[in-house]
């Protein structure tokens, strides 16, 4: 029902395959408090390694009015510096084999 992600998939599966990714997105610019998630990379007091993830857009602008830019704002380009996360994903097999094995096969969910 949605053709246009088959547009990004030649390179997507290009710049995974050669940055050995196992885990990559599509995302597409998008306008301060859009109506679609943004990519962050967010990093809890007292964790060593940031964590690049969705963020809801419903939840988006909630959690930015606590940082120094004050909530979603546009940058110079006028768009938001979080990317609008379309779902395309893009999944290294032998890599996602090895965390399901590690992990039974569950995947802990986190809102």
């Not at 940055?19 to 997105?25: G, I, Q």
């Not at 704002?73 to 999944?91: C, H, K, Q, R, W």
Request: with cysteine; charged share 20%.
């Amino acid at each position: 029902t949605n053709p246009l992600p088959f547009r990004s998939l030649c390179a997507i599966l290009g710049v995974s395959a050669k940055n050995d990714f196992v885990l990559n997105s599509v995302a597409v610019p998008r306008l301060p408090k859009e109506a679609i998630g943004g990519i962050c990379t967010l990093q809890g007091e007292g964790q060593d390694d940031p964590l690049t993830i969705n963020v809801e857009y419903n939840q988006l602008e909630p959690l930015l009015k606590e940082t120094p830019t004050g909530g979603d704002v546009a940058d110079e380009t006028g768009f938001s510096p979080y990317p609008g996360n379309i779902n395309v994903l893009v999944f290294k097999l032998s890599g996602m084999a090895r965390c399901l094995e590690a992990t039974g096969g569950i995947v802990p969910e986190f809102v």
